[in-house]
């Protein structure tokens, strides 16, 4: 089983919609979770980080289920500038990241 | 400026051929890591490096090794190029300062192509 696991999508909602991610994770011990946004051939870049239960940005809602080893990522009122890829990450053991393969979100108009 | 900058940003070579990728960073940051990314299994960790005198594999370091030159500076050599390590190539940072909480910066990516 891979350490961080994600759908991959395509994901293809309509401006507007609300749209929701999944990412499981394995190591039970692991402290931090992250998701990270990824814009075609561009670099990842920070979207929230994920501590205890969740937390809230904006439009922008990450949720951490640790009886379930699984965090979320809840985009409400869905913008075309959206689309992009969205990759979660987990700090796991020895202070390095595993990421997730990525999910791949479309917004039409 | 950059503060994570990569050279360079793509490179065609050929098999067996020596690659040396590098990457700078004017962050301050100590923790500074390696990743490729390849369609449908995201990023990969190759090296990473908490510190100059500090260096550690990653899940992927068969084929590649790493020199951390100074707290700013950490390339990725391939001794020999082979087709299956074309991808897109990522460095990043860490400041590392607080246990619970390791954001990472990114490059801009160097893409590789081995013929």
């Known amino acids: 089983r891979k350490e961080v696991e994600q759908d991959p999508g395509p994901f293809n909602v309509p401006e507007g919609a609300t749209v929701a991610f999944n990412c499981t994770y394995s190591n039970s011990a692991s402290q931090s979770f992250f998701w990270y946004r990824q814009d075609c051939r561009k670099e990842p870049k920070l979207l929230m980080s994920?501590?205890?239960s969740g937390n809230e940005d904006g439009r922008f809602t990450a949720q951490l289920n640790r009886a379930s080893q699984y965090i979320s990522l809840l985009i409400r009122d869905s913008k075309l500038s959206d689309s992009a890829t969205y990759l979660c990450a987990d700090e796991g053991s020895a202070s390095k990241i595993i990421f997730g393969s990525g999910t791949r979100l479309s917004i039409r108009p | 400026d950059a503060d994570v900058t990569q050279t360079p940003r793509n490179r065609i070579t050929k098999t067996g051929k020596r690659i040396m990728l590098e990457c700078s960073q004017t962050?301050?940051?100590?923790?500074m890591y390696w990743y490729r990314q390849d369609p449908g299994l995201g990023l990969r960790l190759i090296y990473y490096s908490f510190d100059v005198k500090d260096i550690n594999k990653g899940e992927i370091s068969d084929g590649y090794s790493v020199s951390r030159q100074a707290q700013a500076k950490f390339s990725l050599s391939l001794e020999s190029a082979i087709p299956n390590q074309t991808a897109l190539y990522f460095c990043?940072?860490?400041?590392?300062?607080?246990?619970?909480?390791?954001?990472?910066?990114f490059g801009p990516g160097t893409r590789l192509t081995v013929l």
């Open positions: 994920v501590y205890s």
């Open positions: 990043a940072t860490s400041e590392g300062t607080d246990p619970t909480y390791n954001e990472q910066f």
């Open positions: 962050k301050g940051h100590d923790r």
